[in-house]
Nanobody, 124 residues
């Protein structure tokens, strides 16, 4: 069974940092583009960032550009999201998702695999 397992979420004060990880197993991680998608309470899912299979291209939503950095380690089958200068509006459940092509939306049907999510809460 394919697995994507997120970790690293938690409670952080505004201006703080967190690093999310997404451990992949039982599929060829290095052949897939990866994305982070988040969903805030009472809101629809929002695409946050993506990275292509060999890390040569990344993209970010305007809301996180300059604050978040996506990366991956194909040798470790792991995706990361470094989140700096966090704001209360970044509070959400963060999901990692795998796709055969690079995806720039949160549309579920465009992704092949999803993780279970990790909660990020930014509050003083």
């Amino acid at each position: 069974e394919v697995q994507l397992v997120e970790s690293g979420g938690g409670l952080v004060q505004p201006g703080g940092s967190l690093r999310l990880s997404c451990a992949a197993s039982r599929f060829t991680f290095s052949r897939y583009a990866m994305s982070w998608v988040r969903q805030a309470p009472g809101k629809g899912p929002e695409w946050v960032s993506n990275i292509n299979s060999d890390s040569t291209r990344t993209a970010y939503a305007e809301s996180v550009k300059g604050r978040f950095t996506i990366s991956r380690d194909n040798a470790k089958n792991t995706l990361y999201l470094q989140m700096n200068s966090l704001k209360p509006e970044d509070t959400a459940v963060y999901y990692c998702a795998a796709s055969r092509v690079v995806v720039f939306t949160s549309t579920p049907g465009l992704y092949d695999y999803w993780g279970q999510g990790t909660q990020v809460t930014v509050s003083s």
